[in-house]
C-alpha cells in the first residue's frame, strides 16, 4: 500500500520559514513527479511547487524566490524549504506524487496524496 506522509507544519510568524517533508512509503517514487499543493478554507486546492525525476522544479509565482521544493531519492523523501512566509501562506499543505517522470501543476494529473499538515503564518 503507497504512503504518502507529511510533516514539518505548524504555527509562525509571518517572515519565519518552515522546512515540509513527504516521507513516501510502499513504493519507489524516484522516477516519478512529486509535487506540493495547498488549501487554505473556502478555496480550491492550488498548484505551490513540482518536481521531476530529474531535478526539474515549477513553481507557482505566488512562492517562487522564496519556497524551494527538493528531493532525496536515497530516502524516499520530498521536502518543502518555506522561507520570508506570509500570512497567505496560510493553508493544509499537502504532497502528492504521479505515474510520469514530468512534474505538474494541475492536481488531478496525481494519483498519490497525503492527508495534509497545517501551516499557520500569523501576521
Known amino acids: 500500500q503507497v504512503q504518502l506522509v507529511e510533516s514539518g507544519g505548524g504555527l509562525v510568524q509571518a517572515g519565519d520559514s518552515l522546512r515540509l517533508s513527504c516521507a513516501a512509503s510502499?513504493?519507489?517514487?524516484?522516477?516519478?513527479?512529486m509535487g506540493w499543493f495547498r488549501q487554505a478554507p473556502g478555496r480550491e486546492r492550488e498548484f505551490v511547487a513540482a518536481?521531476?525525476?530529474?531535478?526539474?522544479?515549477y513553481y507557482a509565482d505566488s512562492v517562487k524566490g522564496r519556497f524551494t521544493i527538493s528531493r532525496d531519492n536515497a530516502e524516499n523523501t520530498m521536502y518543502l524549504q518555506m522561507n520570508s512566509l506570509k500570512p497567505e501562506d496560510t493553508a493544509v499543505y499537502y504532497c502528492?506524487?504521479?505515474?510520469?517522470?514530468?512534474?505538474?501543476?494541475?492536481?488531478?494529473?496525481?494519483?498519490?496524496w497525503g492527508q495534509g499538515t497545517q501551516v499557520t503564518v500569523s501576521s
Open positions: 502528492a506524487a504521479r505515474m510520469n517522470s514530468t512534474g505538474s501543476r494541475y492536481p488531478t494529473t496525481y494519483d498519490y
Open positions: 510502499g513504493r519507489t517514487f524516484s522516477s516519478n513527479a
Open positions: 518536481i521531476g525525476w530529474s531535478g526539474t522544479t
